[in-house]
């Protein structure tokens, strides 16, 4: 079967422009995750959904930041107005249950460039 | 957001030798992961431990999750070329939100 799959890989967008990332978690898979991982550090938290619910967006770092999972499937990541600062990978990872820890399985991540 | 501290921070080491590494916490965590990430790719679970003194292996590796709660540590027996590539540890209180370690570069040197 299919792991989790991100597109686009790679993107590059002009300081100011609206971004937005889509992440394809495995099939019946409930819990969804987004992560922002920098340049030689590790992954950090951005945002929880439970099938459509949005559970935890504790880490989204600003109001330019926006996810959603409208279907409970599929699930897309906007960022407007980038700023530099916003460059890094952002992986998406989904795990089959809901609750407490089930083992998460991540995306290759797309790589976001903000010249 | 919170991130663990993990060293060393890189490791140049010989194929065949064993490899240590560990993590902190200024939090206490209930549940710690060990990641392995290659290049181009998301981070891949390597062991799970739920319980606090827990020693778990998979294979080669073997984790350990510390009696106070707030430390780990990974070690690799008998490396591989394979082994190559960053180790993250993670900790998590509520199943949902993790956090993620600074990251541990490992090169085998064949």
């Known amino acids: 079967g299919a792991g989790v799959s991100q597109s686009p890989r790679y993107k590059v967008a002009k300081r100011g422009q609206d971004v937005a990332l889509r992440c394809d978690p495995i099939?019946?898979?409930?819990?969804l995750f987004w992560y922002q991982q920098a340049l030689g550090q590790g992954p950090e938290f951005l945002t929880y959904?439970?099938?459509?619910?949005?559970?935890?967006k504790s880490g989204l770092p600003s109001d330019r930041f926006f996810a959603e999972r409208p279907e409970g499937s599929v699930s897309t990541l906007k960022i407007q107005r980038t700023q530099q600062e916003d460059s890094a990978v952002y992986l998406c990872?989904?795990?089959?249950?809901?609750?407490?820890?089930?083992?998460?399985?991540f995306g290759p991540g797309t790589r976001l460039t903000v010249l | 957001g919170q991130q663990l501290n993990q060293s060393p921070q890189s490791m140049f080491i010989q194929e065949g030798e064993d490899v240590s590494m560990n993590c902190t916490s200024s939090s206490i965590f209930n549940t710690w992961l060990w990641y392995k990430q290659d290049p181009g790719e998301g981070p891949v679970l390597l062991i799970a431990l739920y319980k606090a003194g827990e020693l778990t292996s998979n294979g080669r590796l073997t984790a350990q999750f510390g009696i106070t709660r707030k430390d780990s540590f990974l070690n690799i027996s008998a490396s591989i070329p394979s082994d190559v590539g960053i180790y993250f540890c993670a900790g998590t209180n509520t199943g949902n939100q993790f956090y993620f370690g600074t990251g541990t570069s490992l090169t085998v040197i064949p």
């Open positions: 990872a989904s795990s089959l249950g809901a609750g407490w820890y089930n083992e998460q399985f």
């Open positions: 959904f439970q099938n459509e619910a949005q559970l935890d």
């Open positions: 099939s019946g898979h409930v819990s």
